[in-house]
């Protein structure tokens, strides 16, 4: 009897183990992907959980839309996710709480280093697009005028009115920085809010607006997009971020993800966020369409 009783205590345990270990193996075979709560963000969060579906035999948990920037930073601080898109940009100024630098590669290297040392965190390489303020005409405007770089607009600013957003208006990295470094001056200054700015200047009331350089109001209008030909604006450089622990688990994400690197312009991230903001597209389906066409998943 007392053997019998060993025997199943034995076979109980080392059941008991197995399941304890298989959940353990399940848990650590687990990427965790987040994101922040707007459109842009769940297209690149889907992608790079697409990436490691399709080429890996890791299964992918998708926590997107979680909330604003600390919301998704403190996620992956915490644990809770493995890894999400962030913007140079935003790391230097939002989160390191810097000074803004103008230089993208000495921005991408200054938040990379910090990341590591205070956080245990990686920077993989940058997507290619850009995310950061620009300025904006219509075709007509820029036609009549010859218009391209930062630096043919303020030649004949002089003649237009700029309708911008009352931040843009009055941050030094706005209007009164363009100013100063461009010999920017328009006619007029007219605050607008919103999408509004897009409505005013299709409308003629306006000549130029402030924009973001991704966002797909930029195509919905057919609107020119202007150079900053003297990097006036700082990076806001995309790349995913990704904990440390998790890259010491599973080293091959570092170089499966760092197959986007340079995969999307400007101009393709802006066609994809148009499609969900103006064509009610299904973000996933957006990446998914995207990764196919650049030969990275089947």
């Known amino acids: 009897m007392k053997k019998k009783l060993k025997l199943i205590l034995m076979v109980f345990l080392t059941i008991s183990i197995s399941i304890g270990a298989l959940g353990c193996s399940s848990k650590k075979d687990t990427i965790t992907v987040g994101s922040k709560n707007f459109n842009e963000q769940l297209i690149v969060g889907n992608m790079i959980a697409d990436m490691i579906e399709d080429n890996t035999d890791l299964k992918v948990d998708r926590k997107l839309n979680l ?26 100024v939002n989160i390191m709480k810097q000074k803004s630098m103008t230089d993208p590669d000495k921005v991408y290297n200054t938040v990379k280093d910090y990341f590591n040392k205070e956080y245990n965190i990686t920077w993989l390489k940058p997507l ?39 931040e843009f208006n009055e941050r030094q990295d ?20 919103g999408g509004l700015r897009y409505t005013a200047l299709e409308n003629s009331k306006t000549d130029v607006i402030d924009a973001f350089s991704t966002e797909g109001l930029l195509k919905a209008f057919d609107l020119v997009v ?58 996933a389906q957006v990446a998914e369409e995207f990764l196919k066409s650049k030969g990275l998943i089947k």
Not at 67 to 92: C, R, S, W
């Open 67 to 92: 909330g604003g920037t600390n919301i998704a930073f403190d996620a992956l601080k915490n644990n809770q996710i493995d890894m999400y898109v962030e913007y140079t940009g935003t790391g230097l």
């Open 128 to 166: 290619g697009f850009n995310n950061t303020y620009t300025l904006s005409i219509r075709k007509d405007t820029a036609e009549k005028y010859n218009l391209k770089t930062f630096s043919d607009l303020a030649k004949v600013s002089n003649n237009l009115i700029l309708g911008c957003t009352l």
């Open 174 to 193: 706005g209007y009164p920085g363009l100013k100063t470094l461009y010999n920017m001056e328009f006619k007029n200054v007219t605050p607008v809010d």
């Open 226 to 283: 202007l150079e900053d030909d003297k990097n006036f604006f700082p990076p806001y450089y995309a790349a995913p971020i990704v904990s440390n622990k998790t890259l010491k688990e599973h080293p091959e994400i570092e170089d499966l993800l760092n197959k986007l690197a340079d995969k999307i312009s400007d101009e393709e991230m802006r066609e994809m966020n148009y499609k969900v903001d103006k064509q009610n597209a299904d973000p």
